[in-house]
């Protein structure tokens, strides 16, 4: 079966710093992989997902997150963190070959900005 | 325009009733999905749906109904409120019928429904 852990339910940075939001997944199969951001009080919307092409992923907002086997991981990052970014993020996996669309998802990381 | 719309916005009602929440997607997509947010943020798959086909239908309370008069609406029916019901409630759609998993999902503002 397979699932999502999102590695700190909150993570701080300064305006400007690295994000790094930490994603790693179980799955008996290659997944497909996606990373959605909710604003507050919004509905979720995707940032970058990673269907078996590049394993380097470039998204929205300058988002990038790297598919990498050996770890099992799949780690959102972005170079210069900016007051807009602070939202929740949700890792999420989907099944290959299920053809249902069922996205399994990580439990969240709140990020905060600090001017 | 929005793309998935959800009503009502807040929905707050007494245990023991009976309620709805609608959604609509004006995208042409094929798949329409219902998901719940509890109060920890955590997001579980409940229904989906293909041109009115239930495909997706995980373990919830025999409460929960969904209908889909056609494929740009999705409904939500619950009976019987319970207090544990009390969640954040987002529709959303993809917009294939085949390979659907590696599709973007689209997601719709949500119904924050509160059980007193």
């Known amino acids: 079966a397979q699932s999502v852990t999102q590695l700190g339910s909150h993570v701080s940075v300064s305006e400007g710093a690295l994000v790094l939001l930490r994603c790693n997944y179980s799955s008996s199969v290659p997944p497909y992989l996606f990373w959605y951001v909710q604003y507050p009080n919004q509905g979720l919307q995707l940032l970058l997902k990673y269907t078996s092409a590049a394993t380097l992923v470039k998204g929205i907002n300058g988002f990038e997150a790297e598919f990498k086997k050996s770890e099992t991981s799949f780690h959102l990052t972005k170079p210069s963190a900016h007051m807009s970014d602070a939202a929740e993020y949700f890792c999420a996996v989907s099944v290959p070959g299920g053809n249902t669309g069922k996205l399994i998802f990580g439990q969240g990381t709140t990020l905060q900005v600090k001017p | 325009d929005t793309a998935v719309s959800q009503t009502p916005k807040y929905l707050v009602t007494q245990m023991g009733n009976d309620k709805s929440i609608k959604c609509e997607q004006n995208l042409g997509h094929d798949t329409m999905y219902w998901y719940k947010q509890d109060s920890k943020k955590f997001l579980k798959i409940m229904f989906s749906?293909?041109?009115?086909?239930?495909?997706i239908n995980e373990t919830v309370p025999n409460r929960f109904s969904p209908k889909s008069p056609d494929k740009a609406h999705l409904n939500l029916h619950i009976n019987s409120l319970e207090l544990g019901d009390s969640a954040v409630y987002f529709c959303?759609?993809?917009?294939?019928?085949?390979?659907?998993?590696?599709?973007?999902?689209?997601f719709g503002p949500g119904t924050r429904l509160t059980v007193l």
């Open positions: 959303a759609s993809s917009p294939r019928a085949r390979g659907r998993e590696t599709d973007t999902q689209y």
């Open positions: 749906y293909n041109n009115k086909e239930l495909i």
